[in-house]
């Protein structure tokens, strides 16, 4: 009795600083910078399982919490380790003040290492030249790239901060092939997008296109032209979803090698908006 | 002018709201005589979640519009609240821990309190509050910071206010209080934070502590033993609970043992978590206890609110419990002696080949979590989280929200903790996509667990569910739809989308004679009548 109060002891006096350091961003002036040895990168994925992984899910890619893959770079890492450590008031995003400066950097290392296919690849292609193969491929169309080009597909803006370049030439060959997870809640799953879906009413009308959303009693789909079609499951005949199909085109047979791997080292150079 | 207007509108108001009644404790035990209130958590001390109001029916509930809607002004975190309704006063929760009345008829707020929240520790939990309880003029809440407290019922004001637990060691309270003759007992939640569970009963005038209870043993008591030779943590008491005035016990669940996913410290069966236990609110001892995980490391608490009914079993009367667990079993056991009387399976899992005589799990091997990510269904929030079921003593169904999805379970090195200092996960998961996961409203025979009927829902939701006697299950979705089905067949018959996802349990009440249905969509409070 008398060592297990020695222990709570100690333990509220170690809690009590965790819960002063958590009141603020932590007075701690040692500047974050993202560890990234392999024995870093270790700790930090510790750290993180033992931290982070509960509401942002093992790989980061957001369950209650939102998805952290591609945010070291976004927001910098002095940023991101001041939220770490002091956490955002008013969210679930509770401040982490006990971890010390090493330890905000090792788990930021480790978050970039998270959420990017084929991360040590390098695209081969020319970006310039890829350029002119996206203006001249219809891809405009249905992406847009910083404000510009149609959206009937995802928007391409970040699309090189987000995927590897394995992860782009597969979808420019067999699109479909991979569909991405939204940045959903690991409460109900990760619902898969652009998912293609087939959808026969009671008339025999047939629709075919994009999911764009789906609840327990409707569905809208998005269809190769841009245009939304709402149902209640109820007066569907057939619903049928197709992971594999989609509303793109494969670009195999009309792109040579070369105008791929130029497209694949454009898509991979596209890191967000530049600011003005 | 525009000023006596509206003094004029705020007099003629005051004037026109129902006066607050007393609650005695006698009328809490006779809930089920006035069905236009909804006195408690779980509608009444059996936490069947059943309403005997009959004015919605199958025929006509397509006609339900919204009536009133309640937003509160600045929510801090997810709404879950299931209100108490009291003569035509509506008491609800808003995150983390403010209480609310409203005018049961219009929704117009007539009082609302707030604690005072100062550098609040929230491990591994959502800041969030599920509801009151009420006794006598008091309205009782419990708050994220781990106080009691007792409010005035017609004015909000502070009559005591306790210090449950050291918040700062990762205590949190998100779950209702339940309140019996004299006393009010209040669980905790913070297993992710590695305390020591407990169980607390105070007087109800006073607020003075009467008893608790821990959960988890302390080193040198007898089940230490079941602990290796590690400190006993978790199996917390975060939910709700159930009460037989007749037998004098009161019915509460227990979560994981800490750390979660890697129990190799803790070889055992870690009593008392993943247990419930059958408590005298007098004295404080338990008389019986039911395990249903033991050494459990799927994070599968057996926090699940449970239901009493009484049933025939083998041509006997029997008093029954019914509980639908975390790990995706349903099992019924005789309230009076904790003994095992049936259980199956009431969603898809693949952790265990059934349950042997006495209701243990005969555990396949290899099913824990693993390095690599080894994939169990169900996930790590479980086949039911900490939604309520109901219980329909007409039709004598249990109305499950099953949440049908799969996890790869991984293992965590990182076991070594300090209690109330760091979230204590040595591990997690990878949960299915969401196409790979679903839902379902299921209707099961509540002697035995036997599915009658299945209402699939796009996800797995966080949606309880209400029976009432005019043929009605209601319940919603994820995603944002709420519904009506018929209690018999399970057949749609009504649904409305209201924007966001639904969190909460659905209660039912009349005013002035009329039906109303309550749900929270977002965060926003909706109520729906017959126009």
């Known amino acids: ?276 | 002018m525009k000023q006596i207007r509206i003094i004029f509108a705020f007099c003629a108001l005051t004037a026109a709201l129902p006066t607050v009644a007393q609650v005695p404790y006698d009328r809490l035990v006779k809930s089920d005589s006035e069905p236009a209130n909804w006195l408690m958590y779980g509608g009444n001390y059996y936490d069947q979640r059943f309403s005997g109001l009959k004015q919605l029916t199958p025929q006509n509930v397509a006609g339900l519009k919204m009536a009133w809607a309640y937003q509160p002004t600045r929510p801090a975190g997810n709404v879950e609240t299931s209100p108490v309704v009291v003569d035509g006063i509506m008491y609800v929760t808003e995150p983390p821990s403010t209480v609310t009345a409203l005018d049961a008829h219009t929704g117009a707020k007539l009082w609302t309190w707030s604690p005072l929240l100062k550098n609040v520790v929230a491990i591994g939990l959502f800041q969030t509050n599920r509801g009151v309880a009420v006794l006598d003029n008091r309205v009782y809440v419990a708050t994220i910071d781990a106080h009691l407290v007792c409010l005035d019922a017609k004015t909000g004001a502070v009559i005591w206010n306790t210090v449950v637990a050291d918040n700062k060691m990762g205590y949190a309270i998100t779950g209702p209080p339940l309140a019996i003759d004299g006393r009010v007992m209040i669980g905790t939640g913070g297993s992710e934070a590695a305390v020591r569970g407990l169980l607390d009963c105070f007087d109800a005038k006073t607020g003075k502590r009467l008893w608790r209870i821990w959960t988890v043993p302390a080193a040198g008591e007898p089940e230490a033993a079941t602990w290796g030779n590690s400190v006993p943590a978790g199996g917390t008491t975060w939910n709700a609970a159930a009460y037989d005035p007749k037998l004098n016990l009161v019915y509460w669940g227990t979560g994981n043992p800490a750390p979660d996913w890697n129990g190799d410290e803790r070889p055992g069966s870690n009593l008392y978590t993943c247990s419930l236990l059958a408590i005298d609110p007098v004295t404080g001892k338990v008389k019986w206890y039911f395990q249903f995980s033991p050494h459990e490391t799927h994070d599968w608490d057996a926090s699940e609110p449970p239901i009493l009914f009484d049933g025939v079993v083998g041509g006997k009367s029997r008093k029954l419990l019914g509980f639908a667990n975390r790990n995706a079993f349903y099992y019924v056991l005789d309230r009076e002696t904790g003994k095992f009387v049936a259980g199956q399976p009431y969603a898809k899992q693949t952790w265990a080949k059934g349950l042997d005589a006495e209701g243990q799990p005969i555990v396949i091997p290899d099913t824990g979590p693993s390095s690599e990510g080894n994939l169990v269904f169900p996930s790590i929030t479980g086949a039911i989280n900490w939604t309520s079921n109901s219980y329909s003593p007409v039709t004598k169904m249990f109305y499950v929200d099953a949440r049908e999805m799969g996890s790869y379970f991984v293992k965590g090195t990182n076991t070594h903790w300090e209690m109330g200092k760091f979230p204590m996960n040595a591990g997690g998961e990878r949960a299915l996509s969401g196409d790979d996961a679903y839902g379902a409203i299921r209707a099961l025979e509540a002697t035995t667990g036997k599915m009658k009927w299945e209402f699939r829902l796009h996800s797995p939701s966080w949606v309880g569910t209400l029976a009432t006697a005019g043929g009605l299950v209601f319940s919603g979705t994820d995603e944002g739809n709420f519904f009506a089905l018929d209690a018999v067949t399970g057949k749609p018959l009504w649904d409305v989308y209201l924007g966001s996802s639904l969190r909460s349990n659905p209660v039912t009440y009349a005013v002035d004679g009329k039906q109303y249905v309550f749900v929270t969509a977002g965060t926003t409070y909706f109520v729906f009548g017959l126009p």
């Open chain 1, 1 to 276: 009795m008398k060592s297990i109060g020695a222990v709570s002891l100690v333990a509220t006096a170690i809690c009590m600083l965790t819960a002063a350091a958590q009141a603020q961003i932590p007075r701690d002036p040692t500047p974050i910078v993202a560890k990234t040895s392999p024995a870093d990168i270790a700790n930090g994925k510790l750290l993180f399982e033992a931290t982070c992984s509960r509401c942002h899910g093992l790989d980061g890619g957001g369950s209650d919490g939102p998805s952290l893959q591609g945010v070291p770079d976004r927001l910098g890492d002095q940023a991101m380790g001041d939220i770490i450590r002091g956490g955002i008031p008013g969210t679930g995003m509770n401040g982490f003040g006990s971890l010390n400066a090493e330890e905000t950097g090792q788990v930021i290392g480790y978050i970039r290492t998270l959420g990017r296919t084929a991360e040590a690849a390098v695209a081969k292609g020319d970006a310039a030249r890829g350029k002119s193969v996206y203006a001249s491929s219809g891809c405009t169309h249905c992406h847009i790239i910083n404000g510009e080009g149609g959206g009937v597909g995802p928007e391409l803006s970040r699309v090189g901060a987000m995927r590897g370049p394995s992860y782009l030439r597969t979808t420019l060959l067999t699109p479909g092939a991979i569909l991405p997870k939204e940045a959903g809640a690991m409460e109900r799953g990760r619902w898969t997008q652009f998912l293609f879906v087939h959808a026969v009413t009671k008339d025999g009308h047939s629709y075919e296109g994009t999911r764009v959303y789906e609840d327990s009693f409707t569905i809208e789909l998005k269809d190769a032209t841009g245009k939304f079609h709402s149902f209640r499951k109820l007066e569907l005949t057939k619903l049928e979803k197709l992971p594999g199909r989609s509303v793109m085109p494969s670009f195999k047979d009309t792109l040579s090698l070369p105008q791929l791997d130029d497209l694949v080292a454009y898509l991979s150079s596209l890191k967000g908006a530049q600011a003005q």
